[in-house]
């Protein structure tokens, strides 16, 4: 429970100083708290449970359905926890290579897996940070905004070549996975890891094998995993544009709901080197200025509250009620898995 408190206090301090220094309790007011609105708050919950959705169904396809619908929708929810408790920086991925090791399926197919999400991930930004960018041009970032060259613009493109090379890498790995065969054995000759030797071994012969697994997999495996998380982005920043919607009554233009995603998917993309965990903090202080010409600044620390309170909070308080559970799971099936070993000698 205690990795909980510092992103909490860091949202809710930027919160509270926003709410402070800009609140408009006259624009407040104003809101109306009728059906309109609780139905665009409720499509902003669902949308964000249909991502969830979407990411377990990934799970099971990358696992080649070793994890039943329940069971990787709890383990999206430790790996969602990983990330709101890590700097956005460093992401929940680590993380996840360890937790998916201890459940039954090997530590390379782990990697593999995980590998694979971060490859499909990073070239979704690439493919639609280029296409947004050119759809919308500077005013993709912020509405007062001229050039790309421009503070925000300069992080928006200094973040698209990181994740160009390391996609790049990790691509290059899947195919070329005698390459971390090769390092993996490397390490287990170094004094200091030399006691992990037998699992790094075993873990660079499996990797070779579940890199040629994977890159024989047929259309439909890498098609569903593709969809699958198409979905779970598109869903994750949809988020913003229903609840927007349902603080300011505004004209439904298809361009203007456009603009709103693409806003919410640059906000993302420009805070991955916020070295706040789950870029608490960051975020809800930028969400008043990314959509400034949709919601006035009176509401916008409001904004940012609703749209925290539905997308980050929720991850850190189920996280931290699943995960114990998980790992006295985990223990036991050990226990019994030693127990039989023994047995069996």
Do not use: C
């Not at 809710?12 to 609780?38: P, T």
């Not at 973040?159 to 090379?165: C, E, N, P, Y």
């Not at 195919?175 to 390490?187: A, C, D, S």
């Not at 927007?244 to 991955?272: G, H, N, W």
Request: aromatic share 16%; no cysteine; net charge positive.
């Amino acid at each position: 429970m205690s990795k909980i408190i510092l992103p909490v206090l860091l949202g809710i301090a930027v919160i509270v100083y926003m709410a402070l220094s800009q609140f408009d309790w006259e624009e407040f007011s104003q809101i109306k708290w009728n059906q309109r609105l609780w139905f665009f708050l409720g499509l902003a919950v669902l949308i964000y449970v249909l991502r969830h959705i979407f990411y377990a169904l990934r799970l099971m396809v990358l696992s080649n359905g070793a994890f039943r619908f329940k069971h990787a929708a709890e383990l999206i929810f430790i790996w969602e926890f990983a990330s709101a408790i890590s700097p956005t920086s460093i992401g929940g991925s680590a993380v996840a290579v360890f937790f998916l090791s201890q459940e039954k399926i090997s530590p390379a197919k782990a990697v593999s897996i995980v590998m694979y999400t971060v490859i499909i991930d990073s070239f979704f930004f690439l493919v639609t940070m280029i296409a947004l960018l050119g759809t919308f041009g500077p005013q993709l970032i912020r509405p007062d905004m001229q050039s790309m060259f421009e503070y925000y613009g300069i992080i928006y493109m200094v973040v698209w070549l990181f994740i160009s090379a390391y996609a790049s890498i990790l691509l290059w790995g899947l195919f070329r996975p005698t390459i971390i065969k090769k390092i993996l054995f490397g390490l287990s000759k170094l004094p200091l890891i030399g006691r992990f030797k037998r699992t790094l071994v075993k873990t660079g012969q499996d990797v070779v094998l579940t890199s040629k697994e994977i890159r024989m997999m047929p259309l439909s495996f890498h098609l569903k995993a593709i969809s699958t998380t198409v979905g779970a982005w598109v869903a994750r920043f949809l988020a913003v544009n229903f609840i927007i919607l349902a603080l300011v009554e505004m004209d439904f233009e298809l361009m203007d709901q456009f603009l709103l995603y693409a806003r919410s998917q640059t906000m993302y993309v420009i805070t991955q080197f916020s070295p706040t965990p789950g870029g608490s903090g960051v975020m809800e202080f930028m969400f008043s200025g990314f959509f400034s010409d949709y919601i006035s600044a009176g509401l916008g620390s409001l904004g940012a509250f609703l749209w925290r309170l539905i997308t980050y909070y929720p991850y850190l308080i189920i996280g931290a009620i699943i995960i114990p559970n998980w790992i006295r799971r985990v223990l036991q099936q050990k226990q019994e898995a030693r127990a039989k070993e023994q047995e069996d000698v």
